[in-house]
Structures are given as C-alpha cells and as structure tokens.
C-alpha cells in the first residue's frame, strides 16, 4: 500500500493561551484531491501552515511527502507547491520572467526551465504573449498560470489556499479541470475554498470548526451523515451546533 501524502495526528497550534488548531488527525492519499474546508477563524490557515513548515506545532505531529514537518521542514518546502489568491505571480514582472523566477527558487536549471515552461504553456493553451506583464493578464489566465507555476518543479504536494476566489465561474471550471489533470498524475491536490459546490469536487473533505476537524468523508458520505441535501446543510448544521455549545474566546 502507498504511503499517505500528508499524515496529521493530533497536529495543535497555540497562541498564548488561544488553540487555533486543536489536535487534528486526518491522513491524504497520493493523487488525492483533498478540500480543507471551515469559516475564516476556523484553523485552517494555521494547519496549512504547519503542514507546509512554515510553522512549528505546540503538539502533535505530521509529514508531507514522507517528511516530518518538524525535523525536515526544508525537505518539505521542497517537495510542495503552494498557490494562494493574496499572493501568487509578481505583477511587476513579465509571464516569461514570473516562470525563471519560480523555476530558480525550485532549483530547476534553465534548459530544464525552457523545455517544462514549453510544456506546461502548450497545456494550458496560453495565448497572452509571454513578454506580457503579469498585471496586465485577465484574472482567469493569472490563477490558472499560477497553478501551473506552482506545479513547475512536479511536487509531490501542492497546496492550494482558495485558489478561484473572484474569478468567474467558466473559469473556475477550467481551474478544476486542471486540478484533475495533475490529480491525474499523482499530484496530491490539498486545497481550501469558500465555494461550496467545489467542495463537491474534491474525492474527501474535512470541516474544521474552532479548530477541530468536525467532519470528515466524501462529499456523498457527509451529506449521508448529516442527512441533507448538500454541503451547504452541512455547514449550517455544523455551524448550529457551534453556536448552540457558544463560541471560544480569542
């Protein structure tokens, strides 16, 4: 059997006396496309930053890639990709440059560089030219090379961090089907979002709630658990749940 992409046990994140990630276990498979979901506060950008060795946990434990987040952080970061919406591409600088650039923090050489840019913009059927500045791209062209960018180096892991948010919903479509694409391939798709019927793309999901993974499955299975009718029922049964038991203070 394949060892796990991602394996968390009882990963927790304190600040002070606040639990921002509050002992989460869950495991992801290779060529998974796994939806990391919950309300902003809920913990997900901390646990993603831990399992990205960006930040150290308060307990717990997990690897990526086979790696320990603790001991080999650096040998982590270099078998990940990482894509957020904040930040991706460098505006101010052109396609061409964008893709030396990320291929060089990679460690990728150039003719290396050359032949996988090639590649990968005959994939997407780029057509801007790739002397255009990055600013000057439509939205939809700007995620959608940012993700191939982010796969450039063929990470194991590739950390998506609500990749699609403010593009429109063609665009978002294309976008899935590129995550299928490197799924495919045996890329490990981990990837958070606030559109709940993506959600309904992913092969599993886990809910955070106040730090804690509240649900974990199949789109179908979750849906089954809770007996509704769809991911946004989930969430509004979860969130009752959480209001009823009231909230934790910061």
Excluded at 59 to 65: F, H, M, N, S
Excluded at 166 to 189: C, H, M, N, S
Aim: hydrophobic share 40%; with cysteine.
């Amino acid at each position: 059997m394949n060892t796990p992409a991602i394996v968390a046990r009882n990963l927790t994140r304190r600040f002070g006396t606040f639990t921002a990630v509050d002992h989460i276990s869950f495991e992801v498979q290779s060529g998974e496309v796994f939806g990391f979901l919950g309300a902003n506060g809920a913990g997900k950008t901390t646990a993603i930053r831990m399992l990205t060795g960006l930040l150290a946990p308060s307990e717990g434990e997990a690897t990526v890639a086979g790696y320990d987040i603790r001991t080999a952080a650096d040998r982590v970061r270099e078998r990940i990709g990482y894509m957020s919406q904040r930040f991706s591409l460098y505006d101010d600088l052109t396609v061409r440059e964008n893709i030396r650039l990320y291929g060089g923090i990679y460690g990728l050489q150039d003719d290396e560089i050359a032949r996988r840019s090639e590649v990968m913009l005959g994939e997407l059927e780029f057509t801007p030219p790739v002397t255009a500045m990055v600013r000057a791209l439509p939205l939809g062209w700007k995620q959608k090379l940012a993700f191939s960018v982010a796969l450039l180096h063929q990470p194991a892991v590739v950390f998506l961090d609500e990749p699609t948010g403010g593009v429109d919903p063609i665009t978002r479509r294309q976008f899935w089907e590129l995550i299928y694409r490197a799924a495919a391939k045996g890329t490990t798709v981990f990837v958070t979002t606030h559109y709940l019927d993506e959600a309904e793309y992913c092969d599993r999901l886990s809910i955070m709630v106040d730090g804690k993974v509240a649900a974990l499955g199949t789109p179908a299975a979750l849906k089954a658990e809770f007996s509704v009718a769809s991911l946004d029922d989930v969430f509004v049964t979860l969130a009752r749940g959480t209001a009823s038991s009231g909230e934790r203070s910061p």
